[in-house]
């Protein structure tokens, strides 16, 4: 199933809170997922090699970074501006988002890119910004139903990786998570098959490859997105080409959240160079 042999890579677990949560729940979940994975539970310690990151709604970003101490996880933002400060009212920039610790920012949820309608431009415009600041980006990309089922995911797909990255300095490749999430499986608990997630995985690494060189898309973590839950995220992650996961609904309890992180555990054995 692997014919090309990767370096081992850090598998990445995001949990994606969304607009949920109340801020004492946010602390809550934050506390409970930290004790968990940091052993203070009294089980074992989440392996450190895995990067497990949570992205509470902005609001909540102190507090949240606050009751999770040094991590694990660490702190995510679900969005940022391309502007570094000015007359952009309801914008967090980057520095903003560096101010309160956190680390991780999405860019591309199809939340924002379908649902708010933000254009290729503007997607690429905050990924400039995100690369520019001293924050990792998890940068998501994905195929509606219709394009699917029209045949067009490939060319969807790897249109939205090249419009991101295209002409853009090679980052080091810890800097940048792409998230494959086809728009049809996010929450709606109808997850894309593992042969179908590794080939949508593929045509992201090639392109990968192709914009800037095979140890770049080798050493890029490439997740998926999609009604991951604590039950079928051990077969996602067996597969080579999946190296872990973008979590929504599932990252809101802590017990699923814990569980899908400890699926990851699978993959270092997996991955050794
Ligand atoms: P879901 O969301 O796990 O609820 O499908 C995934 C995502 O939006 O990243």
């Known amino acids: 199933m692997n014919k090309t042999a990767r370096p081992a890579v850090r598998p990445y677990i995001g949990g994606n809170w969304k607009m949920n949560l109340r801020l004492a729940s946010a602390v809550e979940l934050a506390e409970t997922i930290h004790a968990d994975l940091s052993g203070d539970a009294g089980g074992p310690q989440l392996d450190p090699r895995i990067d497990v990151a949570v992205f509470p709604p902005s609001p909540y970003l102190m507090s949240v970074g606050r009751a999770m101490g040094h991590g694990p996880p660490?702190?995510?933002?679900?969005?940022?501006?391309?502007?570094?400060?000015?007359?952009?009212?309801?914008?967090?920039?980057?520095?903003?988002?560096?101010?309160?610790?956190?680390?991780?920012v999405l860019v591309g949820h199809s939340e924002r890119r379908h649902g708010l309608e933000e254009p290729p431009e503007t997607l690429r415009a905050k990924l400039v910004r995100a690369l520019e600041s001293d924050l990792e980006t998890v940068f998501c990309v994905g195929e509606t139903l219709e394009e699917r089922e029209s045949g067009d995911a490939e060319s969807t797909i790897v249109g939205q990786v090249r419009s991101g990255l295209e002409g853009l300095a090679a980052p080091t490749p810890e800097r940048i998570v792409v998230a494959y999430e086809p728009v049809w499986a996010i929450g709606t608990g109808r997850t894309a098959h593992p042969d179908d997630a590794e080939e949508a995985h593929r045509w992201i690494r090639r392109t990968l490859g192709e914009l800037y060189d095979r140890e770049f898309a080798a050493a890029t973590r490439v997740v998926y997105g999609g009604s991951v839950t604590a039950s079928n995220a051990a077969e996602l992650f067996r597969r080579p080409e999946i190296d872990g996961g973008l979590v929504g609904g599932a990252s809101l309890k802590a017990d699923s959240f814990a569980a899908i992180c400890r699926a990851a555990e699978a993959r270092l054995g997996q991955t050794s160079a």
């Open 74 to 104: 660490s702190l995510g933002a679900q969005d940022l501006s391309p502007h570094d400060d000015g007359a952009y009212t309801g914008q967090v920039s980057a520095g903003m988002l560096d101010d309160l610790n956190a680390r991780w």
